[in-house]
């Protein structure tokens, strides 16, 4: 009998405890993480930023709800509140329902939650780099290439592509998105799990187990973003804004670089606390002077730091007003190639580096999907020809020493010259699962547009007139039915400095590309 008892209590015991893991780790957890306030920038924890945006998206009766989904091809071609104010006299309303990476995989894993939004239309930036072209090159081609990579050969892949073998590897994918990939393993684990679950059991038990945690806990699935949104908060409440990824605070009128780099001098509108100035700034040197004027040019602050690193500056401005608007100059030109030689091909000229929400009393919440205009953008569509190739070539292709990594972007290049040499179209997984997706949402009464989103003309051209690619474009074109609609935004993209690379589109462009898909957005939804 009192062995009856103690298996008893086991049971009870067991039972009790998994439904209190279940309660904190369903509840509790999922209520906490996204209940606190989000401060993370552009382009920072990803999953994490996603997650909580698109819980946050709800249309009214009256809006016409779309949503712009893609990778960051999408991200960086499209900004939502330029598009919201052009589409608001006929009650359009844009949001981003996007991350970095995302394929038409995710897409088709996402269709149920997208249309459980129940926008009006679905409007996908698709770019043949989200079809993830990784796996056509083989182990021993990537090989090739990295030793070519570590000597710095640039623009010879042809001499190690085998044009034998244009098998795409639907077997290495499955075995890196089981293992490796984030959005299966973090985003949507359980769907993926029961669509794929013999692929996954192939490669490897512990592969299964891993996925089938995640798809069990939330804190399993959570942990290498679960402190994100607290350390943001720690960092912009409790500490000086000295630790970030990217620029939040006032736009200096000369522009700002996005990771907070100011030009040697330059004029911002500062907001005050009380008449007081209180900000951080670093200085790459020692023995830099730093003079700061007031509107009526006064000098208000001038010292020279014997030490570099970072450094708090406090002043009274005379005014005692909420805002003012202050000249700032350091006596250091700082290279960006000492700095940083990865960020850009050709050198660019800072001063001192402002602390993340210099000159803003406000710590914002809910701007990680708001793109801020970055003198990285700008100094790209001031360049020439030449000064762009050059740029380009360094950023993108060049060799910067042992401890840089080869970029996925190189992976890319060899792929489309890969495919150029096809003599016909093929498709794979990932152009099949765009089409599924796309017919669920028709199913549900969705519009769906479908915009090819245009690629530098460097790289494009490797592969633009191949028998792949026309049948590609012809792909796109008869994927869905009545409430399908194709654009081709290529040809609206002619200009490479409209690039920051092989497909992202810089500011200046995306403001472009915003207004373009806007219109297209109208059209669609106006349509009789």
């Known amino acids: 009998m009192n062995q009856k008892k103690l ?36 382009d920072t924890s990803p999953w994490f930023n996603f997650l909580e945006k698109r819980r946050r998206i709800q249309f009214s009766e009256n809006e016409k709800g779309t949503l712009i989904v893609g990778s960051s091809v999408a991200l960086y071609s499209s900004l939502p509140e330029r598009m919201n104010e052009r589409l608001k006299g006929a009650s359009i309303r844009t949001e981003f329902y996007s991350h970095p990476a995302l394929t038409p995989s995710d897409f088709y894993f996402y269709k149920e939650d997208i249309a459980s939004k129940q926008p009006k239309l679905v ?23 990295l030793a070519q990579y570590k000597q710095n050969l640039l623009y010879q892949e042809k001499s190690i592509i085998d044009f034998q073998n244009l098998e795409y590897s639907e077997k290495v994918l499955d075995d890196v998105s089981a293992k490796t990939r ?33 798809s069990l806990f939330l804190v399993v699935r959570y942990r290498s973003f679960l402190y994100d949104p607290m350390d943001a908060w720690i960092e912009n409440h409790l500490r ?15 522009g700002i670089y996005l990771r907070g780099w100011a030009k040697p001098e330059f004029s911002i509108d500062c907001e005050l606390k009380n008449g007081v100035f209180e900000e951080s700034v670093f200085f790459q040197e020692k023995g830099t002077t730093l003079r700061i004027w007031g509107e009526g040019k006064p000098i208000l602050f001038d010292k020279t730091f014997p030490k570099s690193g970072w450094h708090t500056i406090k002043f009274n401005v ?16 700082i290279s960006s190639l000492q700095v940083d030689s990865r960020i850009f091909g050709t050198e660019e000229i800072y001063g001192i580096r402002l602390s993340q929400n210099f000159c803003r009393n406000e710590i914002r919440k809910h701007i990680s999907y708001i793109r801020i205009p970055g003198l990285d953008d700008s100094r ?16 993108i292709y060049g060799y910067k020493g042992e401890s840089s990594k080869m970029s996925r972007l190189v992976t890319l290049r060899m792929a489309k010259i890969k495919l ?41 051209e490797v592969y633009e007139t191949s028998p792949w690619y026309k049948g590609y474009i012809s792909y796109l074109e008869n994927l869905g039915k009545d409430k399908y609609t194709f654009k081709n935004a290529v040809s609206d993209f002619k200009d490479k400095k409209s690039f920051l690379d092989p497909h992202h589109l810089t500011y200046q462009a995306s403001e472009k590309s915003s207004d373009l898909f806007a219109d297209w957005i109208l059209e669609t939804l106006t349509e009789k």
């Open 318 to 333: 005379p005014e005692k007003s909420d805002k003012t608007k202050l000249r700032i100059a350091s006596d250091k030109k």
């Open 420 to 460: 150029a040499s096809s003599p016909k179209f093929f498709v794979w997984s990932e152009l099949e699962y765009l089409k599924k997706a796309v017919e669920y949402l028709e199913s549900q009464g969705i519009q769906v547009v479908l915009v090819n989103s245009p690629e530098n003309p460097f790289e494009r």
């Open 182 to 214: 984030h959005q299966n393993r973090m985003i949507y684990p359980a769907q993926y799990l029961r669509e794929k679950y013999e692929s996954i059991l192939k490669t490897g038990k512990s592969a299964f187990l891993s996925i089938l945690s995640r």
């Open 240 to 254: 000086s804004g000295r630790s970030y990824h990217y620029y939040t605070g006032i736009i200096p009128e000369e």
């Open 123 to 145: 409007f996908f930036v698709l770019n043949p780099a989200d079809l993830q072209l990784d796996f056509l090159i083989t182990e021993k081609e990537s090989e090739d290439r």
């Open 380 to 395: 790209i569509s001031n360049m020439d020809d030449v000064t762009y190739s050059k740029d380009y070539t360094e950023r």
């Open 7 to 42: 298996k008893f209590k086991i049971i009870y015991l067991s039972i009790l405890f998994i439904a209190l893991f279940s309660l904190i780790d369903r509840v509790v957890l999922d209520n906490l993480l996204f209940g606190f306030p989000n401060e993370l920038e552009w």
